[in-house]
Nanobody
Framework: QVQLVESGGGLVLTGGSLRLSCAASGSIFMFSSMGWYHQAPGKERELVASITNGGSTYYVDSVKGRFTISRDNAKNTVYLQMNSLKPEDTGVYYC?????????WGQGTQVTVSS
């Protein structure tokens, strides 16, 4: 089974930027879509951005204009560029690949935005 490994998290000041990466051990075309979820402390995971094999994207309202999801099919990697970060963006970010009857999750990467 394909495994997903996230990287790129860290500590950043309010207004700063981070780029998260999600590297797959196999082809990401096996998934219908790839996405990034955010889990804030004490809260449930929330989908913040996704991208289909065709390149269609989705963003939750709270990140529109600040986050950009992209994919490099040759590298089997999905990215989340996060700009203008806010303290409420703090949490663990998980990469996921999905297709009917299958969801694969990465282990998550911590993002902390300090004011």
């Amino acid at each position: 089974q394909v495994q997903l490994v996230e990287s790129g998290g860290g500590l950043v000041l309010t207004g700063g930027s981070l780029r998260l990466s999600c590297a797959a051990s196999g082809s990401i075309f096996m998934f219908s879509s790839m996405g990034w979820y955010h889990q804030a402390p004490g809260k449930e995971r929330e989908l913040v951005a996704s991208i289909t094999n065709g390149g269609s994207t989705y963003y939750v309202d709270s990140v529109k204009g600040r986050f950009t999801i992209s994919r490099d099919n040759a590298k089997n990697t999905v990215y989340l560029q996060m700009n203008s970060l806010k303290p409420e963006d703090t949490g663990v970010y998980y990469c996921t690949g999905r297709r009917p009857s299958l969801s694969v999750w990465g282990q998550g990467t911590q993002v902390t935005v300090s004011s």
